[in-house]
């Protein structure tokens, strides 16, 4: 049988995004990513992560992966290559364990968003090619490098950066008679063991590709990065998943159903010497609800607040409100409100942020969780809003049905 290692390097000391590898990147630690990707291969035979920092370890180890040694500090500063990484991986696993693996595949966990077959379709290259060294994930390239300058100085003439033998200025030629160029991503490498210790490359000499779909290119370093390539994963890419995949919003969008505390408000309350409590509410959130109305879009609110202040914002808002739903029975009540509307379960968008909300996000066709909402609640949701409870999120929300109705006429 074929040894295969997966290993994740994730050193603590990251700069651009302090402590990204275990930064919730769409509900779940960023790093979870890259092990669910190892975790899912049919063909890995053990995963693990190399990492300097005890809380990367455990977190590494609460979804599945092994910590078996502690990076050494010299081996994760700012310039450290990868190389020295793996070779310090396998010469610990030989001292210790007596173990050899035969391939090792690295999964960087800044490219956490991979198509699912992704990790196998990689190996399989590398074990049906014997004069591979590496298989490499690569895309068509963004930029093409035949119209890139190199560039010497303010006061110096610009060089072209490559040339093509039979295209005299590939500069000024067009992009399609050119030769393909292709980038590499972080997503993969499938190296042979004996590349690493024969040839002190993580590469060496043959390098074979994978190709990947551009719409998984992800290399996240900023955080702007970061708040886009989520939106990715939310729009309903198919990609590995530490958790459930993620559902595309209903074709067609009938109803949603909102909780009140924590989404209509922002989950505060303000109690008088009295005790009658005050919330607080964004009154942008009515904006489009007449809109929706008109579209054939209803917009009501479930919720357990028995306070009657539930009813007096939603007859501002103009909706319907059911409040004072017991906490378990808030999906009972969702199913009994469906069919009296006759309304099917999976057009249905429901908005929530608590546990409670949870026995209805598994009925609604999509679950959307506001920014602020419960871990547990964001990492069930089908979509996570930019904006927090009581603070634009339904809004945001009624928004986002528009934009998917107004590309449904066109």
């Known amino acids: 049988m074929t040894e295969i290692l997966a290993l994740i390097p994730a050193r603590g000391g990251s700069k651009g995004i302090p402590r990204k590898n275990i930064r919730s990147f769409a509900g779940y630690p960023l790093i979870a990513w890259s092990i669910a990707a190892a975790k899912q291969s049919e063909l890995v035979t053990r995963v693990i992560v190399s990492t300097d920092d005890e809380e990367i370890a455990a977190v590494a180890r609460e979804w599945g992966a092994e910590t078996p040694f502690v990076r050494p500090a010299e081996l994760a500063q700012d310039k450290t290559t990868d190389l020295p990484v793996f070779e310090h991986a396998l010469k610990w696993f030989e001292d210790v364990e007596g173990y050899h693996p035969d391939l090792v595949v690295q999964l960087r966990p800044t490219s956490p968003i991979r198509p699912k077959t992704m990790v196998d379709d990689a190996i399989r290259i590398l074990l049906h090619h014997d004069d591979a060294d590496c298989v490499r994930g690569v895309v068509p ?20 950066l490559l040339d093509v033998p039979g295209i005299p200025e590939p500069y000024n030629a067009p992009r399609q008679i050119l030769p393909p160029v292709f980038w590499q991503t972080g997503h993969i490498d499938v190296i042979r063991v004996s590349t690493i210790a024969n ?7 043959v390098i074979y590709p994978l190709l990947i779909d551009p719409k998984y290119t992800v290399d996240i370093d900023t ?5 886009k390539y989520e939106a990715v994963v939310y729009g309903g890419l198919e990609a590995i998943s530490p958790g459930r995949g993620h559902r595309p919003m209903p074709e067609n969008v009938k109803m949603i159903i909102s909780d009140f505390d924590g989404v209509v408000t922002d989950n505060l309350v303000l109690t ?52 004072g739903v017991g906490m378990q029975d808030k999906g009972r009540v969702m199913r009994e409100v469906l069919e009296q509307k006759k309304v099917r379960a999976e057009d249905v968008i429901y908005i929530g942020n608590d546990l409670n909300d949870l026995p209805c996000f598994e009925i609604a066709g999509w679950s959307v969780a506001v920014a602020d909402a419960y871990p547990e609640v964001i990492r069930a949701a089908d979509y996570v809003l930019t904006k927090p409870g009581g603070r634009g999120a ?3 929300l009624c928004e986002l049905v528009l934009k998917h109705l107004a590309l449904k006429e066109n």
């Open 272 to 323: 008088d010497e009295n005790g009658k409590e005050t919330v607080s509410a964004s009154r942008s959130d009515s904006m489009h609800i007449k809109t929706l109305r008109e579209k054939g879009v209803e917009v009501m609110i479930l919720s357990s607040e028995p306070n009657p202040v539930v009813k007096a914002r939603a007859k501002k808002m103009g909706v319907e409100a059911i409040h």
């Open 199 to 205: 040839k002190n490359s993580l590469t060496g000499d």
């Open 223 to 227: 955080l702007a990065d970061w708040a």
């Open 394 to 396: 339904i809004r945001e």
């Open 141 to 160: 390239a963004g930029q093409n490098p035949f119209k890139m300058w190199r560039f010497d100085g303010d006061d110096k003439p610009l060089r072209p």
